[in-house]
């Protein structure tokens, strides 16, 4: 059995968010159930070029599919990362199913290091970046594992325990530290 020298769990729980996700979908339903309502309950057009009752309809169910869909991605997406004696797991559910298992002997280098998940990665998520920035698992904030493996590859995998996880590289690796 593998000892375990860290874990965490990360999901897209920041306030700003939250309030802009809020206000985007609230924005789309409010239009779309005025224009419902407009369209079937008054009898009158919704806009100047308006849609069929069945186009307005129709994209009227796609776009409330599209939100459920796009909530459920987000909010329901869990960035788990395990540092164990048999290496660096990391899952970014719903993403990935099958857990992502690095190693030790596929460690060139290691750091935790602050990185600009906009200006690096483009923002945060599941990015797949160049080959010199590499790919990036990361939900929230700027502090990440950046790992170097010896096939040139690099993964970032951000985390809110920066200390915790630099401890347990080292613990993983017998103190060593590249």
């Known amino acids: 059995m593998s000892r375990i020298f860290f874990e965490e769990k990360q999901k897209f ?5 939250i309030i802009s996700m809020g206000v985007i979908y609230l924005g789309v339903t409010s239009v779309f159930l005025f224009g419902f309502y407009r369209q079937f309950v008054l009898g009158l057009p919704f806009g100047s070029k308006p849609l069929s009752d069945a186009g307005l309809l129709i994209a009227g169910l796609l776009s409330f599919a599209v939100l459920i869909v796009s909530a459920w991605l987000l909010f329901g997406s869990v960035l788990q990362v395990t540092i164990t004696d048999k290496g660096v797991l990391c899952q970014f559910w719903p993403f990935f ?9 596929e460690i060139s280098h290691w750091e935790v290091r602050t990185y600009k998940p906009i200006a690096e990665y483009g923002g945060w998520g599941v990015r797949w970046g160049n080959s010199k ?23 970032l995998i951000g985390t809110q325990r920066p200390e915790a996880i630099a401890y347990a590289m080292k613990k993983m690796l017998g103190g060593a530290h590249e």
């Open 13 to 17: 729980t920041s306030h700003g968010l």
């Open 97 to 105: 199913r099958k857990q992502r298992v690095i190693s030790p002997h």
């Open 133 to 155: 920035t590499g790919d990036a698992y990361n939900v929230q904030g700027n502090k990440g594992l950046q790992l170097v493996l010896k096939s040139g590859k690099r993964l």
